[in-house]
T-cell receptor
Framework: KAGVTQTPRYLIKTRGQQVTLSCSPI?????VSWYQQTPGQGLQFLFE???????NKGNFPGRFSGRQFSNSRSEMNVSTLELGDSALYLC????????????FGPGTRLTVT | LAKTTQPISMDSYEGQEVNITCSHN???????ITWYQQFPSQGPRFIIQ???TKVTNEVASLFIPADRKSSTLSLPRVSLSDTAVYYC??????????????FGKGTKLSVIP
């Protein structure tokens, strides 16, 4: 079956703009989690959605938000972009929750200039 | 928040067994310990998961002592294709229903011919 897909794969934005990233989980997976990966901070958990509800949230400012649709597809939005938001954003899906095996997508590389 | 500690890097020759240890305090009672492998420009890939004692699958073994404050990923007879970053992942119940997942900083394993 198809893996986790993320779009777009690469994105360049300027400071102050906003961006929306999309994630399509593996068919049948109801949990979608988002992570930010940077060389300095490593992999950091952003939030998790399950059945259209945010179940948990990491320690990120309110500029980072997300949502999940009835078909389990998820989007995350970052408003008022800052240079420090440049990172690889990874989406992962799992059957029930992220404590189980997660399947990661290839990520979206966001560059803020 | 749970703090995880892994060696930053390790070198090994092909054919050797490699053991990577992750230290983690404040692991929640019901949490599992999970290890992932990540190659450059790819999302992490699940390797193995365990709760306590020993778990083995076709690619690795995971050893967890009784106190669960650490875990050791064992890769038998590594090859050049095992060169990657390895992450240990544990959950952390921070109270009031909140729940966060913490990735370690990762261990960069370099396999030498």
């Amino acid at each position: 079956k198809a893996g986790v897909t993320q779009t777009p794969r690469y994105l360049i934005k300027t400071r102050g703009q906003q961006v929306t990233l999309s994630c399509s989980p593996i068919s049948g997976h109801r949990s979608v989690s988002w992570y930010q990966q940077t060389p300095g901070q490593g992999l950091q958990f952003l939030f998790e959605y399950f059945s259209e509800t945010q179940r948990n949230k990491g320690n990120f400012p309110g500029r980072f938000s997300g949502r999940q649709f009835s078909n389990s597809r998820s989007e995350m939005n970052v408003s008022t972009l800052e240079l420090g938001d440049s990172a690889l954003y990874l989406c992962a899906s799992s059957l029930y929750d992220r404590t189980g095996e997660q399947y990661f997508g290839p990520g979206t590389r966001l560059t803020v200039t | 928040l749970a703090k995880t500690t892994q060696p930053i890097s390790m070198d090994s020759y092909e054919g050797q067994e490699v053991n990577i240890t992750c230290s983690h305090n404040n692991i929640a009672t019901n949490d599992y310990i999970t290890w992932y492998q990540q190659f450059p420009s790819q999302g992490p890939r699940f390797i193995i998961q365990g709760y306590k004692t020993k778990v083995t699958n076709e690619v690795a073994s995971l050893f967890i002592p009784a106190d669960r404050k650490s875990s050791t990923l064992s890769l038998p007879r590594v090859s050049l294709s095992d060169t990657a970053v390895y992450y240990c992942l544990v959950g952390d119940n921070v109270g009031a229903g909140s729940y966060q997942l913490t990735f370690g900083k990762g261990t960069k394993l370099s396999v030498i011919p």
